[in-house]
């Protein structure tokens, strides 16, 4: 397993959940929670309430569903995802953010002319039939780098807590020893399992 790819992609990608400066998009997890996180106590509380809850019930079935249309180049079916994902308003707050990390993710995999659902998706994306997600194409890239959906999902998982934290640290200007009880508390979450996310259906057909 080559897991010094997916780790380079992600440091060089970034993450829309950190904090961003992209013009009226949401700026870090205190805008997105009407300014709730002032302190370690109040930033635990909304991951456990909020950022758990994102990543169980939208953000990781729509990773295994990129994954697995990628597995299958079902090109078609990713766009279908896509459109069922904004339909859903599903991470709405983020849609604009989360573009654009795809949009960069995807230049960042032109090279990889092989792999044929990428280069659809950004063409899609080019041509307004699909919004771009970022999740959708970090399943793709868990497909074309071979990374096991087990690995992916749990740094996945990491990589968003983290990416909370950054911004909510930087926001409040919290202290060292604030960074670090925070930290260690975000390594004793117990990630959410594979099986828990494959049981959640993400259906792209019609309702």
């Given amino acids: ?5 997916i780790k380079v992609f992600e440091e060089e990608s970034g993450h829309p959940f950190e904090q961003w400066d992209g013009g009226d998009a949401p700026a870090g997890p205190v805008a997105s929670t009407g300014g709730n996180i002032r302190d ?10 909020d950022c758990l809850k994102l990543l169980r019930e939208h ?8 994954l697995d249309a990628a597995r299958r180049n079902a ?3 990713i766009i279908e995802l896509d459109q069922w994902i904004k339909r859903k308003n599903i991470a709405q707050l983020w849609a604009r953010p989360s573009r654009l990390l795809a949009m ?4 960042r995999l032109r090279t990889l002319r092989d792999v044929r659902c990428l280069g659809r998706y950004r063409e899609a994306m080019d041509q307004g039939s699909a919004h771009g997600w970022h999740t959708l194409v970090y399943g793709m890239v868990l497909h074309t780098f071979s990374i096991p959906s087990r690995y ?3 740094r996945y998982q ?4 983290l990416g909370f934290a950054r911004a909510a640290a930087k926001a ?12 260690r508390q975000l390594d004793d979450i117990p990630l959410i399992s594979l099986e828990e996310v494959s049981a959640i259906p993400l259906n792209p057909l019609p309702d």
């Avoid at 960069?104 to 230049?107: P, W």
């Fill in 1 to 5: 397993m080559n897991t010094s790819k």
């Fill in 40 to 49: 370690a106590a109040s930033f635990m509380r909304f991951i456990h309430t």
């Fill in 59 to 66: 953000e990781l079935p729509a990773i295994l569903a990129g």
């Fill in 75 to 77: 090109s078609a079916e």
């Fill in 104 to 107: 960069r993710q995807l230049n």
């Fill in 152 to 154: 992916g999902l749990a």
């Fill in 158 to 161: 990491r990589q968003v807590m």
């Fill in 172 to 183: 409040s200007g919290w202290p060292e020893p604030q960074w670090r009880s925070v930290s």
